[in-house]
């Protein structure tokens, strides 16, 4: 694995320190992250915490992924359906 990459769905995906992993998904280009534990998609929407629209699981864990930084290593899934 590369510095400053973290693993999306199996693919490594760069970022730049102090960026959350909404914001480097997006930058990547991926505008939806899968569904939640509902199997609502999930997206990048408010970019504060508020709405619970951007869910994913991080190393097992289910986050906000516009709150959580991102960091070489992590390994990060859709919150729910095939990949929760
Ligand atoms: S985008 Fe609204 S909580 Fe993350």
């Known amino acids: 694995m590369s510095a400053n990459t973290f ?13 959350s992993i909404a914001a480097a998904l997006t930058a ?9 534990m509902s199997g609502r998609e999930t997206r990048y929407f ?10 994913v699981r991080v190393d097992g864990r289910v986050v906000e992924a516009c709150l ?6 992590l390994v990060v899934t859709a919150a729910g359906g095939a990949h929760g």
């Open 28 to 36: 990547a280009g991926i505008l939806t992250f899968g569904p939640d």
């Open 46 to 55: 408010c970019g504060i915490g508020a709405c619970q629209n951007c869910l």
């Open 7 to 19: 693993i999306w769905q199996g693919r490594e995906i760069p970022f730049v320190a102090g960026e």
């Open 68 to 73: 959580t930084a991102a960091h070489t290593g």
